[in-house]
T-cell receptor
């Protein structure tokens, strides 16, 4: 299957700092990538849709100024958690598909802990 | 609004057993259905994708079936192994838009050696 890579896999930061998470499609081009958040023992919650060359589309309740998304190329989307607070601690996962509505492939996830 | 339910929420079986995980959905007008595996602290690994026109897909010891009319899919795991221990998620897609994918809450499987 296709490969989607996330980096870093885990990060610990102090409250008030910003953290960037990268999502790369390694063997295909993805005009659209998705960012999810997952709380312990819960399913995935869609945060935003990252669109190459245009602004991301955020889901209701997700602060666009706090979770900055940049999709500068067909293989890379970044999620920046700005001025992180302990309540932002979570597992963040990205996904992409070759075709709209096609099989989804997920990154390995990034565990963020804000002290 | 599509709702996806997975039963059971947790399952513990001895090694070697054949087992069935269930996924049900409320809107039968689906585009496709995908089964994933998630190991603790890891991302999701795609196991099987069933298009709306298909009734089943097989990969190794895994077989997934789809009955759109009844809003159900099952994931059959043959001869379970301790390495199969993980959370299994099903995701139903009702279109190509970003909100068209709905995840179930998962089944946590533990295979005892």
């Amino acid at each position: 299957g296709a490969v989607v890579s996330q980096h870093p896999s885990w990060v610990i930061c102090k409250s008030g700092t910003s953290v960037k998470i990268e999502c790369r499609s390694l063997d295909f081009q993805a005009t659209t990538m998705f960012w999810y958040r997952q709380f312990p023992k819960q399913s995935l919650m869609l945060m935003a849709t990252s669109n190459e060359g245009s602004k991301a589309t955020y889901e209701q309740g997700v602060e666009k100024d706090k979770f900055l998304i940049n999709h500068a190329s067909l293989t890379l989307s970044t999620l920046t958690v700005t001025s992180a607070h302990p309540e932002d601690s979570s597992f963040y996962i990205c996904s992409a598909s070759r075709l709209a509505g096609g099989e989804l492939f997920f990154g390995e996830g990034s565990r963020l802990t804000v002290l | 609004k599509q709702e996806v339910t997975q039963i059971p929420a947790a399952l513990s079986v001895p090694e070697g057993e054949n087992l069935v995980l269930n996924c049900s959905f409320t809107d039968s007008a689906i585009y496709n259905l995908q089964w994933f595996r998630q190991d603790p602290g890891k991302g999701l690994t795609s196991l099987l994708l069933i298009q709306s026109s298909q009734r089943e897909q097989t990969s190794g010891r895994l077989n997934a079936s789809l009955d759109k009319s009844s809003g159900r899919s099952t994931l059959y795991i043959a001869a379970s192994q301790p390495g199969d221990s993980a959370t299994y998620l099903c995701a139903v897609r009702t279109g190509t838009g970003r909100r068209a994918l709905t995840f179930g809450s998962g089944t946590r499987l533990q295979v005892q050696p």
